[in-house]
């Protein structure tokens, strides 16, 4: 049962343009949500993240929005880059225990020059 | 470098081996996660330490699993039996105290089983 899901496995965008990443999640015990980027061989590395009393947080070129009554977010990267070329995974965790977190299947990003 | 470290960086072992993963986490962080990575899947929790102890384990941690976190420092997970199906990269995490404390990912361990 995938409470975490990224419907679009890529996405392919012109350098300079914006990237728009999508996630939908099911558990509105959720109240945490993170995007993670991850090179091939590496593990996840955080970019950003909104709490649930939020509906945007925005650092740099990122930006995450949150739709609480959709249960819907959204990454957003702009000016796209080559560098950014890589898989992005969002991902939740709830308000209790062990604040684990559940992931999405990920999105692969290509930037083109 | 102050990040999360995992020992080894891939691992190729024959069906029926034992297998063990070191993972140091950042320093100063109480809390440490593994979770287990298979192909165009994202990871997927398997077990929790708060300091030393284990406070959470995943269904999917068979009991050929098993985890240790010593002294609250590094921590082992522990693969008996092997399986082909327990091919997957094994991540491991490290997170501060703080309610919204983003987890730290070291860049996991390969396992191969043959």
């Known amino acids: 049962d995938q409470q975490v899901k990224q419907n679009s496995p890529s996405l392919s965008v012109q350098e300079g343009r914006i990237s728009i990443l999508n996630c939908d999640y099911t558990n509105s015990m959720f109240d945490y949500f993170l995007w993670y980027k991850k090179y091939p061989a590496e593990g996840p590395t955080f970019l950003i993240s909104i709490s649930s009393i939020k509906d945007k947080n925005e650092d740099g070129r990122f930006t995450v929005f949150l739709n609480k009554s959709a249960k819907h977010l959204s990454l957003h990267i702009v000016p796209s880059q080559p560098g950014d070329s890589a898989v992005y995974f969002c991902a939740a965790s709830g308000k209790t225990g062990a604040n684990n977190l559940f992931f999405g299947t990920g999105t692969r990003l290509t930037v083109i020059p | 470098d102050t990040g999360v470290s995992q020992d080894p960086r891939h691992k190729i072992t024959k069906r029926g081996q034992n297998v063990t993963f070191r993972c140091d986490p950042i320093s100063e962080h109480n809390r440490l996660y593994w979770y287990r990575q298979t192909l165009g899947q994202g990871p997927e929790f398997l077990t929790y330490?708060?300091?030393?102890?284990?406070?959470?384990k995943s269904r999917l941690l068979s009991d050929r699993f098993s985890a240790e976190r010593p002294k609250g420092s590094f921590s082992t997970l522990e693969i008996q039996r092997t399986e082909q199906g327990d091919s997957a990269m094994y991540l491991c995490a490290s997170g501060g105290d703080g309610r919204y404390n983003e987890q730290f990912f070291g860049p996991g361990t390969r396992l191969t089983v043959l």
């Open positions: 330490f708060q300091n030393e102890a284990q406070l959470e």
